[in-house]
T-cell receptor, first 112, second 113 residues
Framework: GENVEQHPSTLSVQEGDSAVIKCTYSDSASNYFPWYKQELGKRPQLIIDIRSNVGEKKDQRIAVTLNKTAKHFSLHITETQPEDSAVYFCAAKMDSSYKLIFGSGTRLLVRP | GAGVSQSPSNKVTEKGKDVELRCDPISGHTALYWYRQSLGQGLEFLIYFQGNSAPDKSGLPSDRFSAERTGGSVSTLTIQRTQQEDSAVYLC???????????FGPGTRLLVL
């Protein structure tokens, strides 16, 4: 079955710097890759997703890139702000499947 | 519109007791998922419901765990004879169909003493 690995487990950056979180997946049939942000004590919320027919997608300060050949995808946050501090989860699944397989999460801390 | 809701938000119970956790999905969403999130960990899939189809129970960790979904809407996750290792946040999510974006509820934080 699908396996998703996420790195790093923790990331500390200075406000204004960029943050990059990387995930690799095992099943080449996976073609949908969402990213969720979970603030302390709150529910995971979808922040961006990408499908395998595109290599990059941007939404303001957030971007996701996908390399299907290497089976990895990354979340990029530019001009980080303290409110970006949270745990970020990547996930993967096939379009035809319902089962999302999550990475283990990255705790991002943005230092003011 | 209203999002996914869960109740209770917190539950403290004694080892050996049974607990019931409730999930109200977004209206019109046919797919419903339960996940478990242990402290500082990722999301562990437990069970999936889609319409009137038989649920996928492949993620349930033991036969003490069961879930049902009545009328294709509200779902209840039941844990019998709770153990301390059951302590976690139990998250529910729903989606319009099984292949669409999942939206999460706020979770139920379960503590087994």
């Amino acid at each position: 079955g699908e396996n998703v690995e996420q790195h790093p487990s923790t990331l500390s950056v200075q406000e204004g710097d960029s943050a990059v979180i990387k995930c690799t997946y095992s099943d080449s049939a996976s073609n949908y890759f969402p990213w969720y942000k979970q603030e302390l004590g709150k529910r995971p919320q979808l922040i961006i997703d990408i499908r395998s027919n595109v290599g990059e997608k941007k939404d303001q300060r957030i971007a996701v890139t996908l390399n299907k050949t290497a089976k990895h995808f990354s979340l990029h946050i530019t001009e980080t702000q303290p409110e970006d501090s949270a745990v970020y989860f990547c996930a993967a699944k096939m379009d035809s499947s319902y089962k999302l397989i999550f990475g283990s999460g990255t705790r991002l801390l943005v230092r003011p | 519109g209203a999002g996914v809701s869960q109740s209770p938000s917190n539950k403290v119970t004694e080892k050996g007791k049974d607990v019931e956790l409730r999930c109200d999905p977004i209206s019109g969403h046919t797919a419903l998922y339960w996940y478990r999130q242990s402290l500082g960990q990722g999301l562990e899939f437990l069970i999936y419901f889609q319409g009137n189809s038989a649920p996928d129970k492949s993620g349930l960790p033991s036969d003490r765990f069961s879930a049902e979904r009545t009328g294709g809407s509200v779902s209840t996750l039941t844990i019998q004879r709770t153990q301390q290792e059951d302590s976690a946040v139990y998250l529910c999510a729903s989606s319009y169909t099984g292949i669409q974006t999942q939206y999460f509820g706020p979770g139920t934080r379960l503590l087994v003493l």
